[in-house]
């Protein structure tokens, strides 16, 4: 980037678990197809009690990405680092082109499988950049969306995999601590079967409290429509407010499975729900879901059809609307820019730096980013490591600081930055801190004397 006002918006290549194959569910298929009915509703005004703290209702010019404010793209076949073909055996790869993943200028998004003429599989994959939701304390979390699984039935279905889900929080930039930090299936779909399934992993893998790897998990049929031939509401509830907390999954209001605490034991369920949890919508093809149901994709399967996606709303409620920092980001472990909860004055764009993925861009003096519940620890931190980049003008230079929990509180440390060879010529710098412990959000600050941007964030960590 020779310009740090030219920002593109692409966003890092995240992962995904090892996720369920269930394994002797007794299901009956989907008949006939219906044509693709029209979907430009909002989603619906939240209920009394409720606040709504997250939605996309995928509103957009037809053929334009997602909202990179709120989502990144996970591409390739699998995260940096993290297990091959994402954890599940499926063959695809995953990309951020509007080939496959693209609004329909109707209100929708559509996530659409493609295969080229050599046989190879592509599709897409969205996370939402957001990892920290889940209830208050005493309260309650909704998670819902408003989804038509690709319209496509028998033979020609082999193989397809659409899904809408979370994963725990810890599991970015981790990618090897499936199912203990937990995952939350609130619809998964197989070969144009006219069946849903709900599922909550947790535990140990093999086998373990929650019976991995097919999780603990119900299944319904859609009624009215086919899951295939119209839009259906998916949602999660996740309750802290009865004796037993639970998490119940509902199709088209109507609540087919729950899973409570004391179905495991006390520190599986903490393992797997004391944290915060993002957003996925993805459609795979094959892997061992698909496999348990008759395997494929293969040269019978049709690509070109669409998960259909109204919109994603994220409801919270109780005994107040956002819950406390509860150590969702290790501290000690690479913390990626442009995973912030909330900023002011910073962008994006894609990095040449090594993962690839994004930066956050054009920061100059007085703009900041919030990442909360970052995990200190009993035992102090007292170093600050950022991966930076400048291509600023001479003379001019800033400083990166750190602050805790609020902006105007005095840094307890910083490290100055000035041209670095380029706005992707990346270094990286440590700093000493002051000892911190505990669970904090974390601040970056930038500061200078001159109004021009000076610096370019990629990752940042702690060290003691």
Known sequence: ???PSGIHRRPRSPRRALLAVLGTLGLVAAATTIAVPSADASAPTPPSGWTQVF???????????VNTSNWRYATGKGYPGGPANWGTGEIETMTNSTNNVSLDGNGNLRITPRRDASGNWTSGRIETNRTDFQPPAGGKLRVESRIQVPNVTGAAAKGYWPAFWMLGGPYRGNYWNWPAVGELD????????????????CGTSPGGPCNETSGIGGNTTCSGTTCQAGLHT?????DRSTSVEEIRFYLDGVNFHTVRANQVDAT????ATNHGFFVILNVAMGGGFPDAF????DGGTQPGHSMVVDYVQVLSSGSGTTPPPTGNR???????????DSQGGVGTESTSDSGGGQNIASLANGDWALYRGVNFGSSAANQFVGRVASGAASGVSGLVEVRLDSRGNAPVGSFAVGNTGGWQSWRTVPANITGVTGTHDVYLTFSSGQPADFVNVNWFNFGR
């Not at 939605?55 to 990405?65: E, H, I, V």
């Not at 609130?186 to 992993?201: D, L, S």
């Not at 599986?268 to 393992?271: D, G, H, I, K, M």
């Not at 008759?294 to 994709?297: L, R, S």
């Open 234 to 238: 998916y949602r999660m509830e996740w």
């Open 186 to 201: 609130i619809m998964e779909n197989t070969q144009g079967m006219n069946t849903v399934f709900a599922t909550m992993h």
């Open 55 to 65: 939605l996309d209702d995928f509103q957009g010019a037809a053929g334009s990405g």
């Open 1 to 3: 980037m020779s310009d």
């Open 330 to 340: 290790d501290a000690y472990s690479a913390i990626q820019a442009e995973s912030h």
């Open 294 to 297: 008759g395997g494929g994709p």
């Open 268 to 271: 599986t369920w903490a393992n």
